[in-house]
């Protein structure tokens, strides 16, 4: 249908806010400086920016709101020519002359809206689109939609650099591409049924030299059956960048306009979500040692948990009937109010190590998933990427797993067409959350996070890139505690509940990167769930 072949081809007071010069005012003040609590009290309310996102949806022009740039179709044969040629230019544009980009000073500015890009997937009213997303349970592949979010992404970001009306993309005639750098979040705040047709839709909200910071959001649409207002249930983050076509350098893009107090406040959201990145690049484990709360939380965890994997022997290849169990308790977790939500109940904790969580897919890289620059489309990654963490976590829960948030995607190298790709997922870290359902009940399940890693091997040497590195937070849906009449959680059943633990020094500092990942995962999200730590 036309929407599928529409992606195959391209893959209240408000807080004022610091601009930098890449931001245009129209007629505003614009303040020397933004107080850095209010915007993490924006960035981490995804309900605020929510908000925002409707009232700045306004001002767009309905004719071009649906406009969604796409590259023109061509055969691989032939963009296996165009490629010869420009690699072949490419290389005496290198050696005799050099390439340049336009000044940002002579790109034309843009409003923030008039990036604002939409589609509908009608699932609930088309029974035959419903079967190309509907998943083994009934309900909707999660991956597809996140393929189709990477799409999105592009669409808005080609939208500001080459206008609203734009709809064809020639990378040989524009000089430019623009390719996914990170993806920032992606938080599921409802759960994602069939029930509802979709609309997906986002903008730019900040723009740097050669970067952009685009939110993306996937709404539930009121239907006459269900007239309840739209929703939306999911909220995304993307970092996108601009490249010279020829040189691969950047590429400048322009400014933003703003116009309105939502419009200030986005986008200094979307400014402090880019320091946000560079300071956890900054604070990464690999770079600085962990701090001494983390030193303290991952001892705790050894003593509970680590000896008694260090007393079993792995010095021979191991089974998952050899795996240690051990009995642990509840008595630390309390609730808000610091009261015993557990009364001192137990349950066997089954302790895996880290490393034997470890599962891999290897495949080839074919033309049909092509982007515009002639490289594998990053949505299709995230998707393969996706549908093995799930796996990989339905395997560790041993039972159906419900998505909660991509807490980050990092986009190191492009995946050459023709390249053979090693997909590596593992168990990172594993929690418990309590969660207060719909109907008022108060359940506990278990939380995992999964790292999933790609690499290109050079079939010549054995030798591997990583391409991409991919994190997620699912938690399982079977119900390992329930609150009862009583003030206390009670006991479903006896619980078995596999806990993964870290065997060696570099796996510890995974382990703590995860756990980093899972808090702030909760702190933006907001989700109404409570987390219980040390356990």
Known sequence: MQLRHTFSLYRSNTAKSFFTSRCISNSLQIPPQLPSAAVKGETQDVTAIDSLLNIVKLRVDPRFGSIMPMRIPSLWAEARLTIAQEEERTSITKSSEATTSPSSDDLPPRNMHDSYTEFVLPIASDPNLLEEYVNASGGIRTGKLMEHLDSLAGSISYKHVLGPTKSELKVEEMGLYIVTAAVERIDMLHPLTPSHDLRLSGQVIYTGRSSMEVVVRIERIASKEMPEKDETILLGRFSMVCRNAKTNQAYPVGPLIISTEEEKTLFSIGHELKRRRASRAQRSLSRVPPSSQE?????????????????????????????????????????????????????????????????????????????????????????????????????????????????????????????????????????????????????????VHVGVKANVVDIKTGTEKTTNEFRFTWRGEEKLFARGTTESMELQKSVKVRRVVPKTYREAMLWLEARRAVTVGDEIRELTVKRFENI
């Open 295 to 447: 030193a303290a939380a991952l001892h705790e965890n050894y003593l509970k948990f680590g000896a008694a994997i260090s007393q079993h022997s792995y010095g021979h290849q191991q089974t998952s009937s050899e795996i240690k169990s051990v009995h642990s308790d509840f008595t630390t977790l309390c609730d808000s109010n610091g009261s015993s939500v557990l009364n001192g109940s137990n349950y066997i904790a089954e302790l895996v190590p880290m490393g034997e969580t470890r599962i891999e897919r290897c495949m080839l890289m074919f033309p049909q998933e092509r982007n515009v620059h002639q490289k594998i489309f990053g949505g299709y990654l995230m998707r393969l990427a996706y549908e093995l963490g799930f796996s990989n976590a339905s395997m560790f829960c041993r039972g159906r797993v419900r998505f909660l948030g991509l807490d980050e995607i990092s986009f190191k190298l492009p995946v050459p067409i023709g390249s053979i790709l090693r997909l590596n997922s593992v168990i990172l870290y594993d929690d418990f959350l309590k969660q207060r359902e719909e109907n008022g009940e108060t359940n506990m399940y278990q939380l």
